[in-house]
């Protein structure tokens, strides 16, 4: 058990570019989640998969912004055409049974 | 709409007194309350859960307590340490199939030596 992986930790793009993030979750872990946490806030929900198939999206969520977790595994979450209010951490959790979430350790996007 | 309210962005105690962290939500669907804690460039880690069926849980020196017609819980940490210095999070759950969190805004806890 490696915990929750997140890549990369940083990343700084442009406005108007898109960017992927991944998440490698806990192996055993059915459940994934996406949340995103701006300064002074806590986390906001933004997506969960059970498994493969992706069963709940916040309204925070817009078009720009797709998430996948092909084969019930690994997760990415790309947004296009970037803006400068897409900056903020980028957390990833996943869960299975007892114990909770699992949080990795977020990928922080800066937009400029 | 913030369900879940944590109103101290900061608290200060010294090493070894008791450091309380309140939290209030509006949602008397919540079934679930969690507190999580975070130091910088890390994820949150889970410290401690109440049931809603239950008015406190205790696990070392962490005690939870939830008082449902208030609509508050409070974490208590004694005695508290240095290391326990982080940012703290309240986080509630409605329950049923998608466990999803309502989070808190954090409180910034600073146990000072």
């Known amino acids: 058990d490696t915990g929750v992986s997140q890549d990369p930790r940083h990343k700084i793009t442009k406005r108007g570019q898109n960017v992927t993030f991944r998440c490698d979750p806990i192996s055993e872990h059915n459940r994934l989640y996406w949340y995103r946490q701006t300064l002074g806030q806590g986390p906001e929900f933004l997506t969960y998969f059970q498994n493969e198939a992706q069963l709940e999206k916040s309204r925070l969520l817009s078009d720009r912004f797709s998430a996948e977790r092909p084969k019930g595994s690994f997760s990415t979450l790309e947004i296009q055409r970037t803006e400068q209010g897409d900056s903020a951490m980028y957390l990833c959790?996943?869960?299975?049974?007892?114990?909770?979430?699992?949080f990795g350790s977020g990928t922080r996007l800066t937009v400029v | 709409d913030q369900q879940v309210k944590q109103n101290s962005p900061s608290l200060s105690v010294q090493e070894g007194r008791i450091s309380i962290l309140n939290c209030d939500y509006t949602n008397s669907m919540f079934d679930y309350f969690l507190w999580y804690k975070k130091y910088p460039a890390e994820g949150p880690t889970f410290l401690i859960s109440?049931?809603?069926?239950?008015d406190k849980n205790e696990d070392g020196r962490f005690t939870v307590f939830l008082n449902k017609s208030a609509k508050h819980l409070s974490l208590h940490i004694v005695p508290s340490q240095p290391g326990d210095s982080a940012v703290y999070f309240c986080?509630?759950?409605?329950?049923?199939?998608?466990?999803?969190?309502?989070f808190g805004t954090g409180t910034l806890l600073a146990v000072q030596p």
């Open positions: 986080a509630a759950d409605y329950g049923g199939a998608t466990n999803k969190l309502i």
């Open positions: 109440i049931s809603s069926i239950k």
């Open positions: 959790a996943s869960e299975g049974g007892q114990g909770g979430y699992t």
